[in-house]
């Protein structure tokens, strides 16, 4: 599959990005830029891609994620038709030998090495749903308001304890915090009107709040990590990513760790299985057995709380795939029993 095809490795930054072109381990790496990240630097760099040969039939092209900086990059080398693979940097960076110089250009070959030697997997870019790329940035929005909001709560409670008070700045801090609960709220409102424009979106957060423990935020936030319910609904796989899952460290007889989570992934939608697993360990009796059990067993509570959020994502892809309201009572039954 590789045969004729040119690897791009492109390396991006604010202002400008450096591109290379690998075709075969024997021939040299071609170089070229920077070019402007903006309209025009990218129809010079279509142009330099042409002069090379490389069009979009022939082509991949590999990036880094690096936020908003290769964004409109991204967005207009798919309405081109180009093949785009966005990857991890620490993916890439472990790839290759961590001594040398680190400069654009050198970047930018071991980008296109990278996709050369890793193109079997490969994932392509493709620009998500609008109304998620909305509620993403909302979420985000929201989750930096709660945190500047808890910020100034706990200011304003160490100012409160002070001996000399200074009321200006007590109030201040009391204008902030109820101009954020209220900026919090509108954003809550507008993510929940956003789900409600899209009929697949509304149906299937509908039933998710069907399940205890699940409430618009996880299910918004579990919409945007599976664009739009449609990949990673496997929860083994999911749980891997959001990084709940955990893996065992041992080697021989001198090297044991306890089993642990890995910590990647997205930290908001981990922050919020395991806030579901406390109030269902609080308030559904078979959590709260099952948690007393496990501590009975001597397991660490961190340990049982990540269980039971392991237990909740499984539910979650289950109704996601099924289609169907959670059911407290539901008992699964192996098919080979029926016949």
């Not at 330099?48 to 069009?55: F, G």
Request: hydrophobic share 35%.
């Amino acid at each position: 599959m590789k045969k004729n095809l040119h690897f791009v490795g492109i390396d991006i930054s604010a202002d400008d990005f450096t591109v290379s072109i690998f075709d075969d381990p024997a021939l040299p790496i071609k170089t070229q830029g920077p070019f402007l990240n903006s309209s025009k630097g990218f129809e010079i760099f279509k142009q330099w891609l042409s002069s090379h040969h490389v069009n979009t039939k022939n082509s991949i092209l590999c990036l880094e994620a690096t936020g908003i900086y290769g964004e409109q990059l991204c967005y207009w080398l798919n309405a081109q038709g180009f093949r785009v693979a966005v990857e991890p940097p620490l993916k890439v960076k472990r790839s290759f030998d961590i001594k040398g110089h680190k400069t654009e250009p050198v970047d930018s070959r071991q980008i296109a090495e990278y996709a050369f030697r890793f193109h079997d997997e490969l994932k392509f870019w493709q620009p998500r749903h609008e109304i998620i790329e909305q509620i993403k940035v909302l979420l985000s929005t929201r989750e930096q308001f709660v945190q500047q909001r808890t910020a100034d709560m706990n200011n304003l409670h160490a100012l409160r304890r002070k001996v000399v008070q200074t009321p200006l700045a007590n109030k201040f801090y009391q204008n902030t915090i109820q101009h954020l609960s209220k900026q919090i709220k509108q954003i809550e409102k507008e993510i929940q009107k956003l789900i409600d424009q899209d009929s697949n979106f509304k149906k299937t957060v509908s039933l998710l709040k069907t399940i205890p423990g699940v409430a618009m935020l996880l299910a918004a936030n579990l919409l945007v990590v599976t664009n739009g319910f449609t990949r990673e609904l496997y929860y083994k796989k999911l749980a891997a990513y959001i990084g709940v899952c955990p893996y065992k460290h041992e080697s021989g007889s001198s090297v044991y760790k306890k089993p642990r989570s890995v910590r990647y992934g997205p930290a908001r939608l981990r922050k919020l299985l395991r806030l579901a697993a406390r109030s269902l360990k609080t308030h559904k009796k078979p959590y709260r057995y099952y948690f007393l059990q496990k501590s009975a067993q001597g397991k660490e509570s961190a340990l049982i709380l990540n269980n039971i959020a392991n237990k909740l994502l499984k539910i979650i892809c289950a109704i996601i795939k099924s289609e169907k309201p959670y059911q407290e009572n539901f008992k699964s039954i192996n098919p080979c029993i029926l016949s």
